[in-house]
């Protein structure tokens, strides 16, 4: 037999016998008095604690894809070499916001991915796909090395050897007044096809490219490669 | 006997041990002629005056209860040098503070050289300053050392068992702190391999999925190594963190002192001994 309910009391207050009740009030005045003391309390630390945790989260929704940065003439670059220049990317850091990115022409020879106006020249990274260290373009070998943890990438940036889990990245390149710039990163998987930019460690093949998705705060340049 | 005397009523809580008081500091027997407790040189005048002073403290903020409950506290049998591992790492944690506290007079954040220059300038010309960067220095790694010395202890006494999870669970957490400090504060050096470092270990961050790019982003205040991360750093490692892990540690010793300590595993549980007259009855 199921317990007996306790009878349900009446939502008026003046049926509950609370001192000083209205004709139809179902709220007592005590507790309309603490709910809007605890409402307003908390509107007023939600608007101290709002600001401050966007403040602290604002970088990670905030695009801040660099313009394009002249980096040389086009006889400078050969076909069959890299040459190293560098480029900025953070700016107002001096020598830390620099990095090596190491350009050649293209070489339909070589180069696997379809061409286009913003492959004209290559563009790689000397960021290690792996971790983040410097690779070396070694001419004499024919191959980026990583001191690091040992990775080695092919003439295209694609990994040979080592645990990089991905190519070396690119850069968008183009020809604007004569002179050969680099534009923005993407990444690109074992086939080169470009993916937004992605952070070293993280891989694009299969699954990675949803287990590492596209952030905010770089993506490819719509309508290239 | 033939009848047990009535036994005295038992106050309420436990009773708190007498501090102990050295030989020197007894009250000597009054010479002749002298009125109990009347003060008579002028250091029992400076005495009188500090018992006056702490008593007016006392009387308003009840602090000797808590003091006395703090720190004479009863431990188990057995209790040995192994147990002072957490107090060191208290130790170690305060001196962290107080040297870090120094140091950020003279560090400046920035990333575009002035943070190198700065704890350059503190390692050659500050007088101290490559003691007390030193001290810091090697500091962090005597925490680190003492906090996995300190856990490893508590694991192998089995000393996080019930009732002292939850101690188990705030340690662990201290522990990640710990962890967080010593990644932000290897960064401001400032030189290669506080860069190198910093790269690698926000990349590595990044390889959790999903989550890992975001988190990544967040470090760093952006897509690259900036400006703000610096800033950021410093700002986790002698701000944020600090407060974090002494509030915690507070936590801490507040359920050491409430729920005890543990007896080391090879001691064994003993009856407890009847009470004066018990045995007769």
Redesign the interface.
């Known amino acids: 037999m199921a317990p007996a309910r306790r009878p349900k009391k009446s939502q008026y207050t003046l049926d509950r016998g609370m001192p000083g009740a209205f004709e139809g009030e179902t709220v007592s005045r005590r507790r309309f008095m603490t709910g809007t003391v605890h409402g307003a309390g908390m509107l007023m630390t939600a608007g101290m604690v709002i600001p401050a945790v966007g403040f602290?989260?604002g970088?990670?929704f905030?695009n801040?894809t660099l313009g394009w940065q002249t980096v040389g003439t086009p006889d400078m670059f050969p076909e069959d070499n890299y040459l190293p220049v560098v480029i900025t990317?953070?700016?107002?850091?001096?020598?830390?916001?620099k990095s090596t990115v190491y350009v050649r022409k293209r070489n339909p020879k070589v180069d696997t991915q379809p061409a286009s106006a913003s492959n004209q020249w290559v563009a790689i990274t000397s960021r290690c796909s792996h971790?983040?260290?410097s690779v070396l373009w070694v001419q004499a070998a024919e191959h980026f090395i990583c001191p690091?943890h040992g990775s080695v990438f092919d003439v295209e940036g694609v990994r040979t050897a080592g645990p990089a889990p991905r190519p070396l990245d690119r850069f968008y390149t183009r020809l604007h007044d004569g002179f050969v710039q680099v534009g923005p990163r993407y990444s690109v998987n074992t086939e080169l096809r470009a993916f937004s930019?992605?952070?070293?460690?993280?891989p694009l093949d299969g699954i990675g490219q949803y287990?590492?998705?596209s952030?905010p705060?770089?993506r490819k340049l719509p309508g290239h490669v | 006997m033939s009848e047990a005397p009535p036994r005295p009523r038992r106050r309420r809580g436990p009773r708190l041990p007498k501090p102990p008081v050295p030989p020197a500091f007894l009250p000597r027997p009054l010479p002749p002629g002298t009125q109990r407790g009347a003060p008579r040189t002028a250091l029992d005048h400076a005495a009188e005056s500090g018992k006056v002073v702490v008593d007016w403290i006392d009387e308003r903020t009840q602090l000797s209860g808590v003091t006395r409950w703090v720190m004479f506290r009863k431990v188990p049998r057995g209790t040995n040098w192994f147990y002072t591992l957490g107090s060191a790492t208290m130790f170690a944690f305060l001196a962290q503070a107080v040297t870090g506290v120094f140091l950020a007079m003279y560090y400046r954040p920035d990333a575009s050289g002035g943070a190198y220059e700065s704890v350059r300038y503190i390692s050659t010309s500050v007088f101290l300053g490559n003691f007390v960067r030193g001290m810091h220095k090697w500091g962090a790694t005597v925490m680190v050392v003492l906090v996995f010395l300190h856990m490893a202890r508590t694991f192998v006494w089995g000393a996080y068992k019930y009732p002292r999870e939850l101690n188990w669970v705030i340690g662990v957490t201290l522990l990640i702190l710990t962890m967080i400090m010593g990644f932000t504060g290897y960064l401001l050096p400032f030189d290669e391999r506080s860069y190198w470092a910093t790269i690698v270990g926000v990349n590595i961050n990044g390889t959790g999925p999903v989550i890992g790019p975001y988190l990544s982003d967040f470090l760093r205040g952006g897509p690259e190594f900036n400006a703000t991360t610096l800033s950021r750093f410093y700002a986790i490692h002698m701000l944020i963190l600090p407060g974090a892990i002494a509030g915690l540690i507070l936590a801490h010793l507040y359920l050491v002192t409430k729920l005890g300590t543990t007896a080391p595993p090879w001691v064994k549980a003993t009856p407890e001994e009847p009470a004066l007259g018990e045995e007769t009855a």
Do not use: F, S
């Open positions: 602290a989260l970088p990670v905030k801040v990317i953070a700016p107002g850091i001096g020598e830390a916001g971790l983040g260290c690091c930019p992605r952070d070293p460690g993280e287990a590492y998705p952030r705060t770089v």
